[in-house]
């Protein structure tokens, strides 16, 4: 062992067991691990992006992808000093700093950033199911636990290398944090740095100095408002702004703006004159009370039915639409499950980045099927294989007014639990339709199913009958598509059955599909909608091209029942003619007519399509001075329901109570 200096406290350094002195670190010593750790944070986010591009690349099509890394290196520095920024003001207070306290600091550091980039890394599979960067909403999910629980096995085992990756590049940045500590040892000490005056307060106004630049980092520069995802529209096409923005970012901004403010594009009145959000009932019509099934399948695109040109996946349903009124241009409002089950069952369109069930506006009084349908003596149960708590499914049944939530607990045999979701498919609508015999007529009920959702399991005696067929969505809507043919088959033979309207939708279009316009462009939004009446009386089979949303199957419903009363509902029935549609996929809004299609970045009209001429979007008429007139007033129509829309969720007025 090496002679000890003559003076000065020791240590054993750990790598060659050579004793050198135990002094603290000076201002320079701090100022350069900072700038060290900065850097080392702006390239993990450089390369997260980079895989994030790589993963998710028939998205974006040709992006000059180093341009858009410069540009968010604001973004990312924001980022970095919104959940790192502590840690370095820490680091330079006038506190003894030594290489034991060193190795504290680095594993707090490498522990916060880890979960920086296990955010980062989790998009390179969650995009492409909500085509933006992650929000707050995904804290949510993670908060509920059980979902997200039940659901992480399947995650390790379909995404094992991105768990290897993030440990990987964790044990990395720890690495090169104590790295970065060893490399300060070499530069010129001062042992008797704290116990100077004049050092003491050099320390102190470096750290007011680095507090005051964080602040300007979080801020993103010196502008009079701070920056948030809707800034990356300067540098970039809406389809390219995931590639400007990170998703710790998109995250924590989420978090400080979920609460809407009032919106004054027009007059109030003029608005609700061409909205219309309260339904008054056709006073010559007697109210039917027929029994109203809401059918919701997980992720059916129009693109998997015999709907399209293209092969068919859903034999069953298929057969069904030939008896049924049948939609034939029908559009799902928003692009996630907890936005198109408000649309369906309480013609509640998702225009916000956060969906009504898990916003601030979630209690509000609304209408629904089971909310209006109680007073004429309906009984209302929402059926949904998954574990309760699901998406908070449950609370939102509550607060819509069903009666009962019926969900993996209430089936109560785990036995055909799936793994990950919940229940199998077949036997749980088996055993739907063992409830509603019980039921007392006239009832409603909603039926949300989830084989077809990811990871696309099927159980293993029916892997050999709906073999995968190119994508492996293919073969779980194979096996939802008979699960609902065995229920049809039981529940055909039941009292009940032939007095029900059975209203077909999905939740939301697939996030996967087979050519680029069911995957990019407004074929994302495309879904079956039809309703099947065995007496063929308030829906004669019949094909229906108008335009058609999920917002409007509420409105459709009661139309077609006679419903005596008022009601509220942004929808509209929509077998009277063309409407409008409504659909929100990110920070993309797309407002929809015979003719046109206007698509915005948040409040940004970013682009104007003809309509369905151009459904690839290849021409924008934006500039158009033959169109001015057309796009003003199509403008105009969309501020109408963005104002009524936005306004009654906040005043709490999407609902008609009627006097009594």
């Not at 948040?602 to 924008?620: C, H, K, W």
Request: a positive charge.
């Amino acid at each position: 062992m090496p002679n000890k200096p003559a003076c000065g406290n020791y240590k054993m350094n750990p790598e060659n067991d050579i004793v050198i002195p135990y002094r603290s670190y000076n201002l320079k010593q701090k100022g350069w691990s900072i700038a060290a750790h900065l850097f080392l944070c702006v390239a993990a986010l450089f390369l997260t992006r980079w895989g994030f591009y790589i993963s998710n690349r028939d998205f974006f099509g040709h992006p000059e992808l180093l341009r858009l890394s410069w540009y968010g290196l604001r973004f990312d520095l924001s980022a970095i000093c919104m959940t790192t920024g502590l840690m370095f003001f820490l680091l330079l207070l006038p506190f003894k700093w030594n290489y034991k306290t060193s190795r504290y600091w680095s594993l707090a550091f490498t522990v916060i950033f880890a979960l920086v980039l296990c955010f980062e890394l989790a998009d390179w599979k969650y995009f492409p199911y909500n085509q933006r960067r992650s929000n707050a909403d995904v804290l949510q999910m993670i908060s509920r636990g059980g979902d997200f629980l039940s659901l992480l096995p399947g995650f390790f085992r379909d995404f094992w290398y991105l768990f290897l990756l993030a440990g990987a590049m964790t044990w990395g940045i720890y690495m090169l944090s104590r790295r970065i500590f060893r490399l300060s040892d070499r530069l010129l000490l001062n042992s008797n740095a704290l116990g100077n005056r004049r050092v003491l307060w050099q320390h102190s106004a470096a750290a007011l100095a680095a507090a005051g630049l964080m602040v300007i980092g979080v801020r993103g520069g010196l502008q009079l408002v701070p920056i948030t995802p809707r800034n990356a529209i300067l540098y970039t096409t809406n389809q390219q702004v995931p590639l400007v923005l990170n998703t710790t970012f998109n995250i924590i901004t989420s978090l400080q703006s979920r609460e809407m403010e009032h919106v004054h594009y027009t007059d109030d009145a003029e608005a609700r004159n061409y909205v219309q959000p309260i339904h008054y009932p056709d006073t010559g019509r007697d109210f039917i009370p027929r029994n109203v099934m809401v059918i919701i399948l997980e992720s059916f695109s129009k693109e998997f039915t015999g709907l399209t040109a293209g092969k068919s996946y859903t034999p069953f349903l298929d057969s069904l639409m030939q008896i049924s009124y049948t939609f034939t241009n029908a559009y799902a409002n928003s692009f996630q499950s907890a936005q198109g089950i408000p649309a369906i069952l309480a013609g509640i369109p998702g225009l916000t980045d956060h969906s009504f069930i898990t916003s601030a506006y979630a209690n509000n009084n609304i209408n629904s099927f089971a909310s209006l349908l109680k007073p004429y003596g309906y009984t209302s149960v929402f059926f949904h294989n998954a574990t309760n708590g699901s998406m908070n499914f449950d609370l939102f049944a509550k607060n819509a007014g069903y009666d009962r939530y019926f969900g993996r607990r209430e089936y109560n045999n785990e036995k055909d639990y799936d793994g990950s979701w919940g229940i199998w498919d077949e036997p749980f609508l088996q055993r739907v339709a063992d409830e509603i015999a019980q039921l007392q007529q006239p009832f409603h009920a909603s039926m949300f199913n989830i084989n077809s959702h990811q990871p696309y399991i099927i159980p293993a005696r029916y892997r050999d009958r709906f073999k995968e067929e190119g994508l492996p969505i293919y073969s779980a809507v194979r096996y939802s598509d008979y699960a609902v043919q065995q229920f049809f088959r039981k529940a055909a033979g039941q009292p009940w059955f032939s007095n029900t309207l059975f209203i077909f939708t999905a939740d939301h279009a697939s996030p996967i599909g087979s050519n680029d316009f069911y995957m990019y462009k407004t074929g994302k939004f495309r879904i079956p909608i039809f309703i099947y009446d065995p007496s063929q009386q308030a829906f004669p089979a019949t094909r229906n091209s108008h335009l058609m949303q999920q917002i409007d199957i509420l409105p459709t419903v009661m139309t077609a029942l006679g419903y005596p009363e008022p009601y509220y509902a942004l929808g509209r029935d929509a077998r009277g003619g063309n409407g409008m549609i409504l659909a929100k996929a990110g920070t993309d809004t797309y407002f929809i007519s015979d003719s046109l299609q206007l698509t915005y970045f948040n409040e940004q009209l970013t682009g104007v399509y003809r309509f369905p001429a151009d459904s690839m979007n290849t021409t924008n008429l934006q500039a158009d001075l033959s169109y001015r007139e057309a796009i003003s007033v199509l403008q105009r129509h969309f501020h109408y329901y963005k104002q009524v829309y936005v306004n009654d969720m906040i005043d709490n007025r999407m609902y008609y109570r009627p006097a009594r």
